[in-house]
């Protein structure tokens, strides 16, 4: 298998796991306005609230790195 398909599919998955995450992140309000709980005042990330955040822009540096790669790979 070509790296440049490797690099492909592996966009291709990463970018299916960043939208998994930042839907699960719920709009702004938190993991509980996913599931109908209120969110009427600002409130810090704790717990897995913080864990998705990190995650998810972990997820978008490594999409971000692996494009790059691509580009150049012939």
Same mark, same amino acid.
């Given at each position: ?12 998955? %990463? ?55 691509? %580009?150049?790979?012939?």
């Amino acid at each position: 298998m070509n790296t440049k398909v490797i690099f492909l599919i592996l966009n291709i998955i %990463l970018s299916i796991a960043i939208v998994i995450f930042i839907l699960i992140q719920g709009g702004g309000a938190g993991l509980g306005s996913a599931w109908g709980g209120g969110g009427e005042h600002f409130q810090t990330r704790r717990g897995i609230e913080k864990l998705t955040l990190r995650i998810s822009v972990a997820l978008i540096a490594i999409f971000l790195l692996v494009s790059f790669i691509n %580009l150049f790979l012939k």
